[in-house]
T-cell receptor
Framework: NAGVTQTPKFRVLKTGQSMTLLCAQD?????MYWYRQDPGMGLRLIHY???????AKGEVPDGYNVSRLKKQNFLLGLESAAPSQTSVYFC????????????FGPGTRLTVL | GENVEQHPSTLSVQEGDSAVIKCTYS??????FPWYKQELGKRPQLIIDIRSNVGEKKDQRIAVTLNKTAKHFSLHITETQPEDSAVYFC??????????FGPGTRLSVLP
């Protein structure tokens, strides 16, 4: 049981480049989330999904897109990376949305030059 | 929407002493309050949680208290050990909505 996995672990981009972060979970969770973590600012929700084929905006969605084509996978895309998107990105999943633990992936450290 | 504040932002204690971290929330409808521990370079992991129908919950050296009237909840760590050094995040959740995390508290346990 791998839990929640993320690829890649590290990435360096130049301004304007695009990339996709992949999150996978093998716990049959319905809900999946993408957060970014910046120093001193805790975890901020970018986008989330309440089930296969659904996505919704979180607190800081601008500059990101997501897709949930399969229940176990949640993709986060940056179409045109900016230095302000330098951060650590965490994916999480939970069985239900309320009153339920979120399980986090190991994180992706992204640097945009 | 929900807003979660967390204090202090940094906390240093001597090994064996107690540590207390406090969070306040704004949405009176929030009903689930987890605490996550994040060690340096690692993912956040749940250490304890409390639901709105409970005032206190304990798990060995860790306890969480909830005051719904005042809209605040606190994490208590007793007999602190060096391995307790980490960043601790509180969060609040209204059923059907999404977690809102506090900004974190960096706890240092000095030997």
């Amino acid at each position: 049981n791998a839990g929640v996995t993320q690829t890649p672990k590290f990435r360096v981009l130049k301004t304007g480049q695009s990339m996709t972060l992949l999150c996978a979970q093998d716990m049959n969770h319905e809900y999946m989330y993408w957060y970014r973590q910046d120093p001193g600012m805790g975890l901020r929700l970018i986008h989330y999904s309440v089930g296969e084929g659904t996505t919704a905006k979180g607190e800081v969605p601008d500059g990101y897109n997501v897709s949930r084509l399969k229940k176990q996978n949640f993709l986060l895309g940056l179409e045109s990376a900016a230095p302000s998107q330098t951060s650590v990105y965490f994916c999480a999943s939970s069985y239900i949305a309320g009153n339920d633990e979120q399980f986090f992936g190991p994180g992706t450290r992204l640097t945009v030059l | 929407g929900e807003n979660v504040e967390q204090h202090p932002s940094t906390l240093s204690v001597q090994e064996g002493d107690s540590a207390v971290i406090k969070c306040t929330y704004s949405d009176s409808a929030s009903n689930y309050f987890p605490w996550y521990k994040q060690e340096l370079g690692k993912r956040p992991q749940l250490i304890i949680d409390i639901r709105s129908n409970v005032g206190e919950k304990k798990d060995q050296r860790i306890a969480v208290t909830l005051n719904k009237t005042a809209k605040h909840f606190s994490l208590h760590i007793t007999e602190t050990q060096p391995e307790d050094s980490a960043v601790y995040f509180c969060a609040a959740l209204n059923y059907g909505q999404n977690f809102v995390f506090g900004p974190g508290t960096r706890l240092s346990v000095l030997p």
